[in-house]
C-alpha cells in the first residue's frame, strides 16, 4: 500500500464503515429528537449550520494523511458551546449533533457531485467528536449558566469550553489510532502519538476558533462569526498554497525516480514497488510521520545514483552488482540528492542504504534505521518482485541466510511481519 492511497484505504475498512454506521445512527436519532421537541434558536443553527457546510466544502488536505476542514470544525465547535445573553435557550446535545449532521452532508454534496476528493469516514469522525465534545461541555455546564460579566460564571464557562476541545480532540485521536492500526498495522502506540502531534498543531488552532466563535456570538450574536471565520478562511487558503507546493515537490522526486527506469537502470515500476514495501515496514516499525516521508522519497531515489555507473544492471537487478559498485552507486545518489539543498536526510538514507548491517549500523548509530529498510526492501522486490521468479518464501530464505550481516535484524522481523500479513507489490 503506498503513501498516496492510504486515505481510499481508511474509507472501506471495517473500522470505517462501523464510524460511518455510528455517526449516522446518532445523527439520526439526534434528527428524530430534534424533531419531537422542536428546534431553538434558528438563526443560530442556520449560521452554524452554513458555516460547518462551506467548511465541508472547501476543506483541504496538508500532510496526505486526511483532508482537514477547519471552518467546519471550528464551527461545529462553537455551536456546541454556545452560552449566553444573545442565545436565549442554547442548543441541546440531540439538536447540536442533528445541526452538525445534516450540516456535514449538505457540504459534502457539492463535492460528490464535482468529482472532488472526499472522504465520509473523516466527516463521521467530526461528528462522533463533536458529539462527545457537546457531551461533555453539557455535562459542565447548566442551560441557565451564561456569560453575564462576572469571574463566577466566566471562570466554569472557559474551563469547560477547553475540556469540550480537549474531549473532541482525544476522542477523535483515539479513533484515528485505532484505524490507522487497522488500515496501515502500526503499532496503536505509535499510531496514537501521531494523531496527538496532529492534535497538537492544527487541532489546537481549531479548537481555539470554536472557542472564540461560542464565546463571542454568546455575548455579541451573529455579528461575531463573520468577523471570526474571514481571518480563518485567509488562513485556510494559505495553507492550500502550502499543500499545492507540497504536491509539486513530491511530482519531481516521483519524477527524478522514473529517470532510472526510463534510462533502462531499473525495470519499470520497480522504485515505486520498493516504496511501496519500504513505506509497509515503516508502518509496522511505528515511524513518524515525517520520517516516512523521507523514508518514502529514500526508496524512490535509491537508485539514481546508478545513472553514473557504466551499463545498467540486467533486469535493474543491482543486487548483480559487486559490493563496490553498489555503494559507489549509493555514495552519488546521495550527492545528487543533496544538491536539491531540501532532501539532506534522504541523502544520508540513500548513502547507507547499501552499507552492510555489521559494518554499518551495527556498529554506528547514527546510521537511520530507514537505510536497512531501503536496503531490504530493495533486495526483496529484486528476489521476489515482477519478473523475478522466485517466491515470496523464497526470497525471505535468501534474505534469512544475510541476517545480522548484510540486514538489520529488526528489520528483517519487521518484513517478516508484513509478508506474513499477505503483503503483494
Not at 428524530?32 to 476543506?59: D, H, K, Y
Not at 555507473?309 to 537487478?317: I, T
Not at 521468479?389 to 519487521?414: N, W
Request: glycine share 10%; charged share 15%.
Amino acid at each position: 500500500m503506498n503513501a498516496t492511497s492510504q486515505s481510499y484505504q481508511v474509507r472501506v475498512s471495517g473500522s470505517g464503515v462501523a464510524i460511518v454506521l455510528a455517526a449516522a445512527t446518532l445523527g439520526l436519532a439526534a434528527l428524530i429528537l430534534t424533531i419531537e421537541r422542536g428546534l431553538t434558536g434558528w438563526s443560530f443553527a442556520i449560521t452554524f449550520g452554513v458555516l460547518i457546510s462551506v467548511g465541508e466544502m472547501v476543506q483541504f488536505r496538508v500532510d496526505r494523511s486526511r483532508n482537514r476542514a477547519p471552518i467546519a470544525t471550528s464551527a461545529a465547535l462553537g455551536y456546541a458551546m454556545l452560552r449566553g445573553p444573545e442565545v436565549g435557550v442554547p442548543p441541546d446535545v440531540a439538536q447540536v449533533v442533528a445541526v452538525v449532521t445534516i450540516a456535514t452532508i449538505a457540504g459534502l454534496v457539492p463535492r460528490v457531485v464535482a468529482g472532488l476528493r472526499w472522504e465520509v469516514v473523516i466527516s463521521a469522525r467530526r461528528v462522533l467528536s463533536v458529539a462527545a465534545a457537546t457531551a461533555a461541555f453539557s455535562a459542565v455546564i447548566p442551560n441557565d449558566m451564561q456569560w453575564d460579566g462576572t469571574w463566577s460564571h466566566a471562570l466554569p464557562l472557559t474551563a469547560a469550553m477547553f475540556l469540550a476541545v480537549l474531549t473532541a480532540g482525544i476522542s477523535d485521536a483515539l479513533v484515528g489510532a485505532g484505524q490507522a492500526t487497522e488500515a496501515f498495522n502500526r503499532p496503536f502506540p505509535a499510531a496514537l502519538r501521531d494523531e496527538l502531534v496532529v492534535l497538537a498543531r492544527i487541532g489546537l488552532g481549531m479548537g481555539i476558533s470554536g472557542v472564540l466563535l461560542a464565546s463571542c456570538t454568546s455575548l455579541v450574536g451573529l455579528w461575531a462569526p463573520p468577523l471570526i471565520i474571514v481571518p480563518l478562511l485567509l488562513t485556510q487558503f494559505a495553507f492550500r498554497r502550502f499543500a499545492s507546493a507540497q504536491r509539486t515537490y513530491r511530482a519531481t522526486v516521483r519524477s527524478m525516480a522514473r529517470s532510472t527506469e526510463i534510462a533502462g537502470f531499473s525495470s519499470p515500476g520497480q522504485n515505486a514497488r520498493t516504496a511501496q514495501l519500504a513505506i509497509a515496514i515503516g508502518n509496522d516499525l511505528g515511524l513518524t510521520p515525517a520520517r516516512m516521508e523521507a523514508l518514502e522519497y529514500a526508496a524512490l531515489l535509491s537508485g539514481v545514483g546508478q545513472l553514473a555507473l557504466a551499463d545498467p544492471s540486467p533486469g535493474g537487478a543491482s543486487l548483480l552488482r559487486n559490493r563496490e559498485e553498489r555503494q559507489q552507486a549509493a555514495e552519488i545518489g546521495a550527492s545528487i540528492i543533496e544538491r536539491s539543498g531540501v532532501l539532506d536526510h534522504v541523502a544520508e538514507i540513500v548513502r547507507h542504504s547499501n552499507d552492510p548491517y555489521r559494518q554499518g549500523r551495527a556498529n554506528n548509530s547514527d546510521i537511520p534505521v530507514e537505510s536497512g529498510i531501503v536496503n531490504i526492501a530493495l533486495a526483496y522486490e529484486q528476489l521476489a518482485g515482477e519478473g523475478s521468479g522466485q517466491s515470496a518464501a523464497k526470497a525471505m530464505e535468501s534474505i534469512g541466510l544475510g541476517i545480522g550481516a548484510e540486514y538489520d535484524p529488526v528489520v528483517v522481523e519487521s518484513l517478516r511481519r508484513v509478508v506474513g500479513r499477505g503483503f503483494r507489490f
